[in-house]
C-alpha cells in the first residue's frame, strides 16, 4: 500500500513537472505597446551602459539610418523625456541590434548573477537529488533480485 502511494505521488509531480515544462515553453510575451516600449527601454539602458553614451547620443545614432533631421530628433527626445514615447527610428535599430546588445551586455557581468539562472540550477539541483533519493530507496529495491536485497539491506527505513 506504502508503495503504490509513493508511486502514485512521484507520478502526479512527474506529471506536474512536464506540464510546467510546456506551459512555459508555450508561453509567449505579450504584444501590447507597453510591454513592447518596457522592452525598448531596457534595451536603451543596455546601450548606455555598455558604450558609455547618453541616450541622446543613441537617439542620434538611430536617426542615421532614417535620415531624420537634428531638429527632430531634439523634438523627439524631449517628448521622450516628457511621456517616454519613443519614435520608430529608435525601435528599429535596437530591434535590429538586440542580439549584439545582449551579448556585449552578458559579456559586463557575470551570467550566473541572474537571478532566474540560480532558481533554475537550485531546482535542478532539488530534482536530481530527490530523484536520486527515490530511486535508490523505492525503485530499486523492487527491481533486484531478493538474494542481492538480503545481503546489502537496502530499502526504505
Partial sequence: MF????????AVCAVLLVGYLVKSYARKPPKDGDAESTVIEDYLQ??????????????????????VP??????????????????YYVKDFVRKSQIHIDELYRGKGTVYSEKRLWVFYS??????????????????????PPEFRANIHIGPP
Avoid: C
Avoid at 508503495?3 to 512521484?10: E, H, S
Avoid at 530628433?73 to 519614435?87: E, M, T
Avoid at 533519493?133 to 525503485?139: A, D, H, K, N, W
Fill in 3 to 10: 508503495n503504490t502511494l509513493i508511486d502514485v505521488i512521484g
Fill in 46 to 67: 543596455k546601450i548606455t551602459r555598455i558604450t558609455g553614451f547618453s541616450v541622446y547620443d543613441t537617439f542620434q545614432k538611430s536617426a542615421e539610418n532614417w535620415h
Fill in 70 to 87: 537634428t531638429r527632430r530628433i531634439d523634438q523627439d527626445f524631449a517628448k521622450y523625456l516628457s511621456s517616454q514615447i519613443i519614435p
Fill in 123 to 144: 531546482v535542478l539541483i532539488l530534482l536530481f537529488w530527490g530523484g536520486a533519493v527515490f530511486i535508490s530507496l523505492y525503485v530499486f529495491p523492487n527491481i533486484w
